[in-house]
Nanobody, 115 residues
């Protein structure tokens, strides 16, 4: 059974930084594509950043240059470094994995960016 556990959500002022972590278990992590999504109440969940097992990355235009996704395969963990945070980054952030076992989601972690 795949399990994804996010951490790092917090309240932060605009312009600040946060790092999210997502620890995975139950999959061969190094082969999985790991993705961060976010969702605001009343809106669709949107892709923030993803990284394949081979290290290719993809970012939403709204976070390019501010957010960086990375992974540590030895720790089965994916990270999202978020800099220059804006109030519009306020959301619940979810970790997602795509592997031979299918698609799995974490429980989400809240980020609030105050102006």
């Amino acid at each position: 059974q795949v399990q994804l556990v996010e951490s790092g959500g917090d309240l932060v002022q605009a312009g600040g930084s946060l790092r999210l972590s997502c620890a995975a278990s139950g999959i061969i992590f190094s082969f999985a594509t790991m993705t961060w999504y976010r969702q605001v109440p009343g809106k669709q969940r949107e892709l923030v950043a993803s990284m394949t097992g081979g290290g290719s990355t993809n970012y939403a235009d709204s976070v390019k240059g501010r957010f960086t996704i990375s992974r540590d395969n030895a720790k089965n963990t994916v990270y999202l470094q978020m800099n220059s945070l804006k109030p519009e980054d306020t959301a619940v952030y979810y970790c997602n994995s795509e592997s031979y076992l299918g698609v799995s989601w974490g429980q989400g972690t809240h980020i609030t960016v105050s102006s």
